[in-house]
């Protein structure tokens, strides 16, 4: 077992849940998760899994009300950032912890240019003039890879492509140099080419500042070429954790099974001209959740026990956990 201390982050039985006038929706329901320095951990899975209220809670950005943190604890860098009062999280968000949101269009103001966008994170967290945060912003954009920075600081949102802007915010998050660095679906509503260019642009600066990385997407294929670790979540809680290697080669829960086998392969469709393999049903409403397994009315291998009770997440071989009584 790796020594704590080789950890910047770990999320012990965190709930997360949204008190709303019908019923109580548990976003997250007991997730734990750890992230070693300098690595990439993936979380994967549906829309409506838990993946963004779980990168939200870390940062305490979660809307309140009707959002709560109920229970849990969330140490980084060994310190419970659920101990710590608003203004304390203030010097956290940008200059320790920042985080890429799904789409740029809504996270950036169309109000402000670019520019004083960056540069607000740098006058916040670094104390810098505005001269010195407008030349610190420009040499960001060009590290993000934005032509004519100087031209590009002083334009505003929507002048810029989807790409640009994706590369702004990048440019933002790392601003202050945190030590994690949150991606929520980085490359939704990029075409191919650019998604590649921002995948490759994020994991070469992760490399080049030493960044611990959390890339929430629900592309397998992405976190095969970018993650160490997977988390795989279903309805708010982890079902499977295991290196990438280990998920791609041997998956353990039928969950993580039928994602894999919905991922397209152009060879093997060519030569069998067969339908893509597809999960059956919807991930269930949060409000009325299955009593046992919350994936048993989708999975094909279901039996009376997992109908009647819920399993627990638990390790079936070294470093590889699971939550399905098939693993028992």
């Known amino acids: 077992m790796p020594n704590e201390n080789s950890f910047l982050l770990q999320i012990k039985d965190l709930h997360t849940y949204f008190f709303t006038e019908k019923d109580v929706v548990k976003a997250v329901d007991g997730v734990d998760l750890e992230l070693k320095k300098g690595d990439t951990l993936g979380l994967v899975g549906e829309s409506g899994c838990g993946k963004s209220v779980t990168a939200l809670s870390i940062t305490q950005l979660i809307p309140s009300p009707p959002g709560r943190i109920v229970k849990g604890n969330i140490y980084f860098d060994g310190l419970d950032l659920l101990k710590f009062s608003e203004s304390k999280m203030r010097k956290v968000r940008g200059a320790y912890i920042s985080m890429i949101f ?3 269009m809504t996270s950036l103001n169309p109000v402000f240019s670019i520019g004083d966008q960056i540069g607000q994170v740098l006058r916040l967290h670094e104390g810098l003039s505005r001269k010195e945060a407008r030349d610190r912003s420009v040499d960001l954009l060009k ?52 998604q590649v260019q921002i995948l490759e642009l994020i994991n070469r600066l992760k490399q080049e500042k030493g960044m611990s990385l959390i890339l929430i997407t ?9 993650a160490k670790h ?74 009376e026990k997992c109908a009647d009770k819920e399993p627990e997440l638990k390790e079936v071989s070294p470093g590889h956990r699971v939550r399905c009584w098939l693993c028992e």
């Open 230 to 303: 997977v988390a795989v979540m279903y309805t708010g809680r982890i079902v499977e954790y295991t290196d990438v290697l280990s998920l791609f080669a041997d998956p353990k829960h039928p969950y993580t099974k039928g994602l894999l086998n919905s991922i397209p392969r152009l060879e093997e469709a060519a030569l069998k001209k067969e339908r893509l393999e597809a999960i059956p049903g919807m991930v269930p409403n949060l409000m009325n959740l299955p009593r046992g397994c919350k994936f048993c009315e989708r999975c094909k291998y279901a039996f």
């Open 143 to 194: 590290m993000v890879n934005i032509p004519s920075p100087e031209r590009r600081v002083k334009e505003y949102p929507h002048q810029m492509s989807g790409g640009m802007r994706q590369r702004a915010m990048i440019a933002m998050a790392l601003a202050c140099s945190p030590k994690l660095m949150i991606a929520d679906e980085p490359t939704t509503a990029l075409d191919v080419t650019i």
């Open 102 to 104: 799904q789409e740029p």
């Open 218 to 226: 629900h592309d397998l294929g992405v976190i095969a070429e970018t």
